[in-house]
């Protein structure tokens, strides 16, 4: 040690040279860039703690859905899933397979023995028929 110390918690703590100058070069850019928004009108929403709370809480998020669109959204779901139990068991596999199962049309064809062509129609003509029951 040379005799370097910094202040952690109002104690004096013998450090390495590297750690002093280290830690007083962060200090600096620290209060150089608080001095650069400070004339560029920067404000951080860390200036707006609260014992109460954060001031990042008081940003809004704009990827967030808004209430109403979450309402309608759970609406939709909910409507779907209904439309869903009308389908007859072999038209709800076929579907399941291609969506929920992530499998390839030709999978699916391979897996029923049938053509892919005939996995793409049966599944469009699903596709419309559930289409109009959620228009009702």
């Known amino acids: 040690m040379a005799g370097k110390y910094i202040k952690i918690r109002g104690e004096l703590v013998a450090v390495t040279d590297e750690v002093y ?8 850019q620290r209060r150089t860039q608080a001095e650069k928004d400070g004339r560029r009108r920067i404000a951080s929403y860390d200036a707006l703690d609260t ?3 954060l001031g990042v809480d008081l940003l ?4 967030s859905p808004s209430v109403e669109d979450a309402a309608i959204a759970k609406v939709m779901a909910e409507k ?3 439309c869903l139990d009308l389908l007859s068991d072999g038209e709800r596999s076929l579907l399941t397979k291609i969506y929920f199962k992530e499998m390839s049309e030709r999978q699916v064809a391979q897996s029923l023995g049938i053509p892919s062509m ?4 049966r599944k469009v003509r ?11």
Request: glycine share 6%; aromatic share 10%; proline share 0%.
């Open 21 to 28: 100058y280290t830690y007083y070069h962060l200090g600096r």
């Open 51 to 53: 014992d109460d709370g």
């Open 60 to 63: 809004v998020d704009l990827d």
């Open 80 to 82: 779907l899933h209904r």
């Open 118 to 121: 005939t996995v793409h129609n």
């Open 126 to 136: 699903i596709l419309r028929k559930l289409r109009k029951m959620m228009e009702k």
